[in-house]
């Protein structure tokens, strides 16, 4: 889908240089660069891996944030999508996403107003709930006596070692659940668990063991809700760190990877099953500018601070610079190359670029970098060939 | 001003709140909020300040990056507003901002294009330029034999220690405030020089000692060029940690404080002449909910890598928690509350809050953090009073 080029323009003023040829290394920087073909290669390895393992995709869209992509997930036969805040839901909602995954608990009142209100339009949303207070607010607020349009499927979310949210397996869990299925407003639909500790365990062989660990928790909890005669019609979870190891636990009907698409430098450090080569490429990365080189020995580009995530301090410079330079922040505003020295064959002294010289980084962490631009600058073949808005960027709340 | 209610609510789904008392403690969070009453009284003690001290104040915008906040410090008498980025600069034109100075070089070829448009739509423009090609080529584009509308006022950016941007001080510098002065499409109007090294050094003494040496460097450089007939109408520089220090150089006309409306954990660290308090307050906070509690010892917030800069990593919370809470970054949705022990009197286990508790962040590192957010959720007396939007958030480029 193309945007109408008014509303291009108002997200990058790139958007005048589209179809043009050469155009993707012209533009206005930093800007955040999708490579199509990568992309592309990335969303059907993912569902293609799914289909073959009998797991369905339900890939997170708090990575790439955008109606244009989820659509895309969806097309290819994604059975959803996956947000973390209400929010989010909230714009995919009105841009068409039918099927939508809330992950993370809404608990404020205000919020569960929202939410019921966008069950009401939407048929085909989710939340997590996991603890008893909230189920029961929900409850109240999705009752069919208010008139309310239809209740709210809701999964209980599992805490398999995160602690970050869910509820630890057990009695407790059971009772949230058999809470939820008795409530009129309220529709149980199965388990969420997300061992996000696990998505970035360097080792293949040590993630394997914990991330199977953590699923039987998963499967043994959903064995005891069935004699409980309670069945999990969805047990979700499974990032990218444990595309290939979910499927042999048996347990997810469906896996939450996000990062796949894009992956960044996070996840191209994680090892693969017998030391194999990433099975995803980097089709996201950030393209900066030179744009001072008066200081012998390094060189100020354009992106910084406010144009990557910082929660990691590793910064890869996928092209455009000398082998050996190393990139760093320099401000809220611009980044630092660090030379290295040529060869003495080369002359001996340090590398440079000038400023106008064009790099393009690795995202070092997709999500959150991903989360402080307008739009995707779409590129094949060395040309800007679409404009993808961040439809739901800044939807924390 | 205030907003058309359809734009307050397309930015945060708390604009239907506006008015009702209590409302700020009601907000959908994560959210940034700003007290108007502190928010006034940092404005005007700059302001106050600068006039006492016969500086002109330029304040930074690239931290506020909002039009309201921009013409709030122009009605209280600032001689015009800095951006970092040409992105910036567009935004505040067409919000009817007059002057406007871009404190980062403009290099690339399109966005030269743009420079000299906007040149043409505003009589108050300037930029900054740090090394002789650029010069050149802005000279070029902006010749008036190209039917501009004006010169393209222009700063020569002095490197004084930073070595991000600028010349070195110099015969280097010197020819290129020349050659700028001699080009018909190019006005020369001063010297910029930014010792952003110096800003959070966090001893008072040594940090004034540094300032003042780097202030005698622009000095001298603007009495070299004085000897060739070459004079500085504009001197800008400095910042929030050398706002007392800098009239004490004497050579700087105007001070480009930006951090200082709202302060953050980082400001709040460095030391004030003669051990005094902060001459700033804290106006600005980030309101975040707890969302999960079922782990001992610690809770789960919905503010995380997507809400906070996380370029340094002390996570101060300013109102909200039990004395001694730690906070933590818990991903890129959630952030995390460790909490300490209670006394033996209060019964010796450790604190704890629940699901739905509130409160409210200092904000670690204001500028990028600001940058996250859609707008400024504006509080007084405990309830919503305006919402101001973030208009040139994620304008980088």
Redesign the interface.
């Known amino acids: 889908m193309t945007l109408p080029a008014e509303e291009a323009a108002r997200l990058?003023?790139?958007a005048h240089?589209l179809g043009q040829q050469g155009s993707a290394r012209?533009?206005?920087?930093?800007?955040l660069v999708l490579d199509l073909d990568l992309f592309d290669r990335n969303l059907s390895r993912m569902m293609a891996h799914c289909e073959a393992s009998g797991l369905g995709l339900r890939p997170h869209a708090?990575t790439h944030k955008s109606i244009e992509i989820a659509r895309r997930q969806l097309d290819a036969g994604a059975v959803g999508i996956c947000v973390?805040?209400?929010?989010e839901a909230?714009v995919m909602g009105r841009g068409g996403i039918g099927s939508v995954l809330i992950t993370?608990?809404v608990?404020?009142?205000?919020?569960i107003r929202?939410l019921i209100a966008l069950n009401n339009d939407m048929p085909d949303l989710m939340v997590c709930v996991?603890?008893i207070?909230?189920a029961e607010e929900l409850a109240r607020a999705a009752s069919p006596e208010r008139g309310n349009a239809r209740a709210l499927k809701v999964l209980v979310d599992l805490?398999v070692g995160l602690?970050?949210?869910?509820?630890?397996p057990g009695e407790g869990a059971a009772k949230l659940a058999a809470f939820i299925a008795a409530s009129p407003g309220l529709e149980f639909k199965g388990l969420q668990a997300y061992a996000?500790h696990l998505m970035h365990v360097a080792d293949y062989a040590e993630r394997r063991d914990k991330s199977l660990a953590a699923m039987k928790m998963l499967g043994d909890m959903r064995d005891m809700l069935l004699e409980q005669s309670i069945s999990c019609d969805v047990l979700t979870g499974g990032g990218t760190g444990t595309w290939d190891i979910d499927p042999e636990a048996g347990v997810l009907t469906d896996l939450q990877a996000g990062s796949y698409l894009f992956m960044d430098t996070e996840y191209n450090a994680v090892s693969q099953k017998d030391g194999a080569a990433q099975a995803f490429e980097t089709s996201l990365t950030i393209q900066t500018?030179?744009?001072?080189?008066?200081?012998p020995g390094?060189a100020?580009t354009?992106?910084g601070?406010?144009?990557m995530?910082?929660?990691q301090k590793e910064f890869r410079i996928a092209s455009g610079a000398p082998e050996g330079t190393a990139y760093f922040?320099?401000?809220?505003?611009?980044g630092?190359l660090l030379f290295s020295d040529k060869k003495e064959s080369e002359g001996g002294e340090k590398h440079s670029l000038?400023?106008?010289a064009v790099l393009n980084l690795e995202t070092p962490?997709c999500?959150?970098t991903v989360?402080?631009?307008?739009c995707y600058h779409v590129v094949q073949n060395g040309t800007l060939v679409d404009i993808w808005p961040i439809d739901t960027?800044?939807r924390?709340?």
Chains 1, 2 share one sequence.
């Not at 608990?107 to 919020?111: G, L, P, S």
């Not at 989360?371 to 307008?374: I, Q, R």
């Open positions: 990058t003023p790139n240089m012209a533009l206005n920087t930093p800007a708090k973390a805040k209400l929010g909230e993370s608990p608990v404020k009142e205000d919020a929202r996991d603890n207070d909230n805490d602690h970050r949210t869910g509820i630890a996000g500018t030179v744009v001072s080189a008066n200081t390094i100020t354009d992106a601070i406010k144009s995530a910082t929660d922040l320099f401000g809220d505003e611009q630092g000038k400023p106008g962490h999500d959150p989360n402080l631009y307008e960027r800044g924390s709340a």
